[in-house]
Nanobody, 127 residues
């Protein structure tokens, strides 16, 4: 079992920044991939970013490329999402997830590939 707890969400003006954190506990040694997804009201959950266990591979959605950065600190069992130049369309509930297996290709961006999820943290960007 793995438990994930997100934090760092909130209300920010367009152009501002937020840093989300996801703290993991439990079988953290099994977490081969960590990902961030988001879900806006009335929309499907969409991929934002992912990182491999040792940080050698990172993936970022085109919609946030150049603005969002994913990183992880294995010593703290924590993954981060630094979000800069935020836009109103970034407003959503952001979820942290982990996969206990190696991922590649389309599997990295698919929510179905991830085994455990956090409860989510709300990010609201005002115009």
């Amino acid at each position: 079992q793995v438990q994930l707890v997100e934090s760092g969400g909130g209300l920010v003006q367009a152009g501002g920044s937020l840093r989300l954190s996801c703290a993991a506990s439990g079988r953290t040694f099994s977490m081969l991939y960590m990902g961030w997804f988001r879900q806006a009201p009335g929309k499907e959950r969409e991929f934002v970013a992912a990182i491999s266990r040792w940080g050698g591979s990172t993936y970022v959605a085109d919609s946030v490329k150049g603005r969002f950065t994913i990183s992880r600190d294995n010593a703290k069992n924590t993954v981060y999402l630094q979000m800069n130049s935020l836009k109103p369309e970034d407003t959503a509930v952001y979820y942290c997830a982990t996969a206990l297996k190696l991922l590649s290709g389309i599997a990295v961006v698919s929510p179905a590939s991830y085994d455990y999820w956090g409860q989510g943290t709300q990010v609201t960007v005002s115009s």
